[in-house]
């Protein structure tokens, strides 16, 4: 099994500051095959980019991804007030599929 | 627009049984992959199980492996998850997903349905 793990745990920022949040696995990721959601309180998750680097459909430019292999890094260049939930990496090269931690960014 | 409605989520005993239900609507159920992911109260996202487009293969966490059971009637648009032996760590929003292509990333969630191991 992968273990993606999450870090910073909580990343205190204000609007229009630039997050970085980073997700390294326990062994390579198959095919760059590692997505980022979005989840705000109350609310279910929300598919935000997959294979790394690509944009799910309707997602704003300011959310980036990078990476392959074990290291992986999710980008918000400017944050909105929208912005400020919880950020959760996936792999889904290999079964079982994993989740990371989380990461939650929050206002400071 | 997709619209994934899940039910069938309540209280139950431990060692109980429950059968979780989704009822997809919007886009060609037959033609994607269907997951299920929960999230149990205050933590983080942990996928459960998936099922290929007809439904032909199966895939389990390790925790649910032999406990858990995935199936889908392409017919009426709907995947489930048949639950068996439950535990008190099994308690959590049950969530089902479109997976995006197939591929495993979940590209379209429904609202959940809580479930409560708890005697």
């Known amino acids: 099994e992968i273990v993606l793990t999450q870090s910073p745990g909580t990343l205190s920022l204000s609007p229009g500051e630039r997050a970085t949040l980073s997700c390294r696995a326990s062994q390579s990721v198959s095919n760059s095959n590692l997505a980022w959601y979005q989840q705000r309180p109350g609310q279910a998750p929300r598919l935000l980019i997959y294979?790394?680097?690509s944009r799910a459909t309707g997602i704003p430019d300011r959310f980036s991804g990078s990476g392959s292999g074990t290291d992986f890094t999710f980008t918000i260049s400017r944050l909105e007030p929208e912005d400020f939930a919880v950020y959760y990496c996936q792999q889904y090269g290999s079964s079982p599929l994993t989740f990371g931690g989380g990461t939650k960014v929050e206002i400071k | 627009d997709v619209q994934l409605l899940e039910s069938g989520g309540g209280l139950v005993q431990p060692g109980g049984s429950l059968r979780l239900s989704c009822a997809a609507s919007?886009?060609?159920?037959?033609?994607?992959?269907m997951s299920w992911v929960r999230q149990a109260p205050g933590k983080g996202l942990e996928w459960v199980s998936a099922i290929s487009s007809r439904g032909s293969n199966a895939y389990y966490a390790d925790s649910m492996k032999g406990r858990f059971t995935i199936s889908r009637d392409n017919s009426k648009s709907t995947v489930y998850l048949q639950m068996s032996s439950l535990r008190a760590e099994d308690t959590g929003v049950y969530y089902c997903?479109?997976?995006?292509?197939?591929?495993?990333?979940?590209?379209?969630w429904g609202q959940g349905t809580l479930v409560t191991v708890s005697s």
């Open positions: 997903g479109k997976e995006r292509a197939s591929k495993g990333d979940i590209d379209s």
């Open positions: 919007g886009f060609a159920f037959s033609s994607y992959a």
């Open positions: 294979g790394a680097s």
